[in-house]
């Protein structure tokens, strides 16, 4: 009996944290010009510093300019336009992100769509114009490529990014290339409805199924599915998830907490 892995791509295979927060501050710089104009190179860096303590409340892309910003608010009182940013802390967004986000997204009058569009333009921009320094802001983490490499189980990659994004650091950075087919990124349906797909597959019928990802909230909703049963299913500790978030997966029964170096060995 063979085994079926769909991964997590951001926090599982690659750490992207350092290209998505400076891609953030680039979009929001084009998004809202005139916030920027008091920001000196200090605030910027304790902006994407920050960034890398809230990235586990990301779950697609663009919500990384709404923190941008809100990280703003919270240091700059004049050009606040949010009800939720006065007295907020990084632990706040880390609690309450989900109560957050349609309040700013709403105050801000900002599209979801839109802002997706513009951090993928800033992000091919950046590609076009730099492609060296794009990849060297993201890292595979240790090990990774090679067990993908060397995997002797059916692996797809399940994610909310970009699907060109995904495979160009596959390609330019793991040396892997991995068929289109096998990649089901953003705008291809929520994860679980992306793992239904991949268990009705003729072709996968009789494969032992194992989903790894890094965010709890993903994990909880598969276990929330009836349909999903059959998935075993993995928190990634070194991805992008909390000490709190950790704590709490090891005490449901069906979720696996999972160090990189089982991971790799798992793939093997």
């Known amino acids: 009996m063979g085994d079926l892995y769909a991964l997590d791509f951001d926090g599982v295979l690659c750490d992207s944290c350092g290209e998505s927060s400076l891609s ?20 910027q860096d304790w902006i994407v510093d920050q960034m890398h303590i809230v990235r586990p409340v990301v779950e697609t892309g663009y919500e990384n300019l709404l923190l ?5 608010e919270m240091r700059i009182p004049s050009i606040r336009k949010s009800s ?12 309450n992100w989900s109560k957050i986000k349609p309040v700013i997204m709403e105050e801000w009058a900002e599209n979801r769509d839109a802002l997706i569009e513009l951090f993928g333009k800033v992000r091919d921009e ?4 730099d492609l060296a320094t794009w990849i060297g802001a993201n890292r595979f983490y240790p090990g990774v490529p090679d067990a993908l490499k060397f995997a002797s189980s ?30 089901y990124g953003l ?13 009705r597959k003729p072709e996968h019928q009789g494969l032992k199924l194992h989903f790894v990802e890094d965010r709890l909230a993903t994990l909880k909703n598969v276990i929330k599915d009836p349909e ?18 950790r704590g709490e997966a090891a005490s449901i029964p069906r979720i696996t907490l999972l160090q990189l170096t089982d991971f790799s060995k798992k793939l093997k």
């Open 24 to 43: 953030a501050v680039k979009a929001a710089k084009v998004r809202w010009p005139a916030l920027f104009d008091t920001v000196d190179s200090t605030l």
């Open 187 to 199: 705008g291809t349906g929520p994860k679980v409805e992306v793992l239904k797909q991949l268990q």
């Open 228 to 245: 999903l049963d059959g998935w075993n299913l993995y928190l990634g500790d070194w991805g992008y998830n909390t000490h709190k978030e």
């Open 126 to 129: 950046w590609m076009d114009n």
């Open 68 to 72: 941008v910003r809100l990280l703003l």
């Open 84 to 95: 939720v940013s006065e007295g907020l802390t990084v632990d706040g967004i880390l609690e």
């Open 154 to 183: 059916s692996i797809y990659i399940v994610t909310t990014k970009q699907s060109r994004f995904a495979d160009a650091l596959l390609q330019e950075l793991a040396g892997l290339k991995i068929p289109p087919e096998r990649i």
